[in-house]
């Protein structure tokens, strides 16, 4: 299988730990690549060095799996949730991201353990949150 971006593999991207089923359609494949054209690479060529990807495409039984929201954009390949591999250098990243970029959301999650990005093909909200679980 192709690449999603010239920085995430298919394989990096449908990765999961649960034995399950994680294959895009078709149109969830092109969700992926337009969130990975027009967030995951200007991120990663803002910070200049390598972004691991912590979920990005779930299946309905993966999502379920581990404990996603029924509603969450992951489903339909329109999030990634990444990371720089520190809190510190997350927040700029998220805080970069949110002044530059187009995106449905954005959300720097458990103290800036990761950010969690999404891209909705013409409807984006550019909506901002912070989420502390």
């Not at 912590?54 to 390949?77: C, I």
């Not at 997350?90 to 990761?114: C, M, R």
């Amino acid at each position: 299988m192709e690449n999603i971006s010239e920085h995430i593999t298919f394989k990096e991207a449908t990765y999961t730990s649960k034995k399950l089923p994680n294959v895009p359609s078709e149109n969830e494949l092109k969700a992926m690549k337009l969130v990975a054209l027009l967030c995951f690479e200007p991120m990663r060529k803002w910070y200049g060095k390598p972004l691991k990807v912590n979920s990005f495409f779930r299946s309905k039984e993966v999502n379920k799996a581990v404990g996603g929201a029924s509603t969450s954009q992951h489903l339909f390949g329109e999030a990634i949730d990444l990371t720089t591999g520190s809190i510190e250098d997350n927040v700029k990243l998220f805080e970069w991201a949110k002044s530059n970029l187009t995106y449905d959301q954005i959300i720097l999650e458990n103290n800036g353990v990761w950010v969690h990005i999404s891209y909705r093909s013409g409807r984006n909200r550019q909506q901002v949150l912070r989420i502390n679980k």
